[in-house]
C-alpha cells in the first residue's frame, strides 16, 4: 500500500496537513502515518525533570491516538501514528525511507497574522525539503480543496526541470487534473532566449497533451529591475483561480532564465498559499520525449 507521512507537532498547519492529506491519500490509495519528533536535547531538558517528561510524552500518545483516530474515521483510509526521538529533521526523513513513503506532507510554520513579509519556513521543513527523496507537499495558508483542479509547473530551459513535467502527468492522471505551463522572462532577455522559452513551452504543452491531459502554456514578461520571478508567478497563480498545486524541484535551477536558485524556492515556498510539492532532480541521464 501507499504511504503518506505527515509530522505532527499539534500546531495549526500540520493539523492543516493532515485534512489536505485525505484527498491525496483516496486518490493513490495510501495509508497515513502521523509522526511526533520529540527531541531529548529540545526544550524538554532544560524545563523538566525525567518523570515530568515521561508524563508529557504520554500525554503526547493521547493526543497523537485522538487525532489518528479522528482522521481514519474522516478520510475512511488507515492512519497510524508513532513517537520517535531525535533530530526532526532528520527523524523525519529516516522514518520516509523506512516505510518507502510516496509523499511527506507538512505545514511550513508560516505566519499568517502580520502579512507576507511575516511568513516564514522553519528550519526543520527547510531541511526536510532538500534532503527528502519522495515529494514533499509543503502548507502555508488555508488552501485546502478536495481534489486538485489544476497544477501549476514553472518551467525554465534546463533539462533538469522538465523533469517536473513527469511528475505533474503522474499528479494529473490521478486527480483528472490540467496543467498549466508558466515560463517567464525579463525585457533585457535575449530574443533567442525567449524564443526558446516559447518552443520548449509548446514542446511541453504538447509532450502533455499527447497524455490526454488539457494543457496550457503562457509566458510572462517580467521588468527589468524585479529581483525575483516568485511573485509574478504567485500572482499568476492567484489569478487563475483553480490551481490546486504548484510543483518545483527542491534544488537549483540554474539555466538561460533562471527561477528558484537558491532563496528564491524557499521564497515560493514560504509565500504559496497554495499547496508547493517539492521533487528532486533525477541524474541528467534522465530521458525526456521533448
Do not use: W
Amino acid at each position: 500500500m501507499n504511504k503518506i507521512l505527515i509530522p505532527v507537532d499539534f500546531e495549526k498547519q500540520s493539523l492543516l496537513a493532515i485534512e489536505q492529506s485525505f484527498s491525496l491519500a483516496h486518490t493513490i490509495l495510501a495509508e497515513i502515518t502521523l509522526l511526533y519528533v520529540h527531541e531529548p536535547s529540545g526544550i524538554f531538558s532544560s524545563i523538566f525533570s525525567d518523570d515530568q517528561k515521561s508524563e508529557i510524552l504520554i500525554v503526547i500518545d493521547e493526543r497523537l491516538a485522538e487525532i489518528a483516530g479522528k482522521a481514519a474515521l474522516s478520510s475512511g483510509m488507515k492512519v497510524n501514528y508513532r513517537i520517535e526521538k531525535g533530530k526532526i529533521y532528520s527523524k523525519i526523513i529516516d522514518v520516509a525511507k523506512e516505510i518507502n513513503a510516496q509523499f511527506i506532507v507538512m505545514g511550513t510554520h508560516g505566519s499568517d497574522q502580520e502579512g507576507e513579509q511575516e511568513k516564514r519556513i522553519g528550519a526543520n521543513t527547510s531541511r526536510v525539503v532538500r534532503a527528502s527523496k519522495c515529494p514533499v507537499i509543503t502548507l502555508n495558508g488555508n488552501h485546502v480543496h478536495s481534489g486538485c483542479r489544476s497544477i501549476l509547473l514553472p518551467l525554465d530551459l534546463t533539462m533538469e526541470s522538465r523533469q517536473k513535467v513527469t511528475m505533474g502527468i503522474e499528479i494529473a492522471r490521478y486527480y483528472g487534473a490540467g496543467i498549466k505551463v508558466v515560463s517567464a522572462f525579463m525585457t533585457k532577455n535575449e530574443k533567442a532566449e525567449v524564443g526558446r522559452l516559447y518552443q520548449q513551452g509548446d514542446q511541453v504543452t504538447n509532450f502533455v497533451a499527447s497524455a490526454g491531459i488539457d494543457c496550457s502554456f503562457e509566458v510572462i514578461e517580467i521588468k527589468n529591475d524585479v529581483k525575483s520571478f516568485v511573485p509574478a508567478i504567485l500572482k499568476y497563480a492567484d489569478q487563475q483561480g483553480d490551481i490546486d498545486l504548484i510543483i518545483i524541484l527542491n534544488q537549483q535551477e540554474v539555466g538561460l532564465v533562471e527561477y528558484f536558485v537558491g532563496s528564491q524556492a524557499q521564497d515560493l515556498i514560504r509565500l504559496s498559499d497554495i499547496p508547493v510539492m517539492s521533487i528532486r532532480p533525477m541524474d541528467l541521464s534522465f530521458n525526456t520525449s521533448f
